[in-house]
């Protein structure tokens, strides 16, 4: 064999193997390392107490995921939150929901906000993933297949107010937090007049006022901070799921959101208005898709805190 064609075999192989080094830690091991991402946030008003709000999305539960299903549900001891956030996609099959009970049980009494994404209507199918370099992915007409119902009242017996294209309040230690929500973006299900006009009607009275949504299309988040809201709150993008190590851009976010924007804490600004956002990179995948690489499954913890002396909201990493 000549010396050029031997060079050009030996580098296809080594090709090969990182190739199969990164599939087998991406379905292998990456999955599995559930991680919790922590924030400081000063959205509060001056002189209020402190406010723990676990930030919970994207479980894609199925029943065979018992090691996500135990993280999870010692997610209740670690972090004992004050406040719930769940930006929707529980279910990740038709049996899902056994998983989902387990997981969030020790959750029960926690107060809290959910809003849906689609997989907690239909159940997930197969798709071509490089479909997602080209964007968003589309939908045909869909008849529900999964119990949402029966979703909808575990979550709301746990404590949690379904706040899809409308708004609520609750208090938590003596804080008021007001909240507006919408139902699935992707799907076009998200009613932004419902849901202002309900955050209006509860008036000004909040310590702080939240925008909930699964997916961060960039005209929910506009309307959002339109509205008022002091921190938004999403998911929807499992973070671009594959990314290049140590990239600040997703490759793919499948919605609108600058691709820098497609995982963690930054802050969105529309005419002249600036939030922090959070857009989590959840906790699952499709089972048609069992990879993480570059991106570990997640859940938030943010502390929300009394603003700074300046008054001037701020928000600082801590983890």
Same mark, same amino acid.
């Given at each position: 064999?000549?010396?050029?064609?031997?060079?050009?075999?030996?580098?296809?192989?080594?090709?090969?193997?990182?190739? +199969?080094?990164? /599939?087998?830690?991406?379905?292998?091991?990456?999955?599995?390392?559930?991680?919790?991402?922590?924030?400081?946030?000063?959205?509060?008003?001056? /002189?209020?107490?402190?406010?723990?709000?676990?930030?919970?999305?994207?479980?894609?539960?199925?029943?065979?995921?018992?090691?996500?299903?135990?993280?999870?549900?010692?997610?209740?001891?670690?972090?004992?939150?004050?406040? +719930?956030?769940?930006?929707?996609?529980?279910?990740?099959?038709?049996?899902?929901?056994?998983?989902?009970?387990?997981?969030?049980?020790?959750?029960?009494?926690?107060? /809290?906000?959910?809003?849906?994404?689609?997989?907690?209507?239909?159940?997930?199918?197969?798709?071509?993933?490089?479909?997602?370099?080209?964007?968003?992915?589309?939908?045909?007409?869909?008849?529900?297949?999964? #119990?949402?119902?029966?979703?909808? #009242?575990?979550?709301?017996?746990?404590?949690?107010?379904?706040?899809?294209?409308?708004?609520?309040?609750?208090?938590?230690?003596?804080?008021?937090?007001?909240?507006?929500? @919408?139902?699935?973006?992707?799907?076009?299900? #998200?009613?932004?007049?419902?849901?202002?006009?309900?955050?209006?009607?509860?008036?000004? #009275?909040?310590?702080?006022?939240?925008?909930?949504?699964?997916?961060?299309?960039?005209?929910?988040?506009?309307?959002?901070?339109?509205?008022?809201?002091?921190?938004?709150?999403?998911?929807?993008?499992?973070?671009?799921? @594959? %990314?290049?190590?140590?990239?600040?851009?997703?490759? +793919?976010?499948?919605?609108?959101?600058?691709?820098?924007?497609?995982?963690?804490?930054?802050?969105?600004?529309?005419?002249?208005?600036?939030?922090?956002?959070?857009?989590?990179?959840?906790?699952?995948?499709?089972?048609?898709?069992?990879?993480?690489?570059?991106?570990?499954?997640?859940?938030?913890?943010?502390?929300?805190?009394? %603003?700074?002396?300046?008054?001037?909201?701020?928000?600082?990493?801590?983890?």
């Amino acid at each position: 064999m000549r010396p050029a064609a031997q060079t050009a075999l030996t580098a296809l192989g080594a090709v090969g193997a990182v190739g +199969v080094a990164a /599939g087998v830690w991406g379905v292998g091991i990456e999955r599995y390392l559930f991680t919790l991402r922590r924030h400081d946030l000063h959205v509060l008003p001056p /002189g209020s107490p402190s406010v723990t709000v676990l930030h919970l999305s994207d479980a894609h539960m199925a029943p065979w995921q018992h090691r996500k299903q135990r993280w999870i549900a010692e997610i209740a001891d670690t972090v004992q939150p004050d406040l +719930v956030i769940n930006t929707g996609d529980n279910l990740g099959h038709q049996d899902g929901l056994g998983g989902i009970r387990a997981a969030f049980a020790p959750l029960r009494g926690v107060p /809290g906000f959910f809003v849906h994404g689609s997989n907690d209507k239909i159940a997930p199918s197969a798709r071509n993933p490089f479909k997602y370099f080209e964007g968003p992915s589309t939908h045909v007409e869909f008849t529900p297949s999964l #119990d949402t119902d029966a979703l909808d #009242d575990f979550l709301t017996g746990l404590g949690e107010t379904l706040i899809d294209n409308t708004a609520a309040s609750i208090r938590v230690g003596g804080v008021r937090i007001d909240a507006l929500g @919408v139902d699935d973006a992707h799907r076009e299900l #998200d009613d932004l007049d419902a849901a202002s006009a309900a955050f209006r009607a509860l008036g000004d #009275d909040a310590s702080v006022r939240l925008g909930v949504t699964h997916a961060p299309y960039q005209r929910v988040l506009n309307a959002f901070t339109d509205a008022g809201a002091d921190l938004i709150l999403a998911g929807h993008t499992h973070g671009g799921q @594959v %990314r290049i190590p140590f990239a600040k851009k997703a490759l +793919v976010s499948n919605c609108d959101i600058p691709l820098d924007q497609a995982r963690g804490l930054t802050r969105w600004s529309h005419d002249g208005r600036t939030v922090p956002l959070n857009v989590s990179a959840g906790l699952g995948h499709s089972i048609y898709a069992p990879v993480r690489f570059g991106c570990r499954p997640e859940a938030s913890v943010l502390v929300l805190r009394a %603003r700074r002396a300046d008054d001037s909201p701020e928000g600082r990493s801590a983890g």
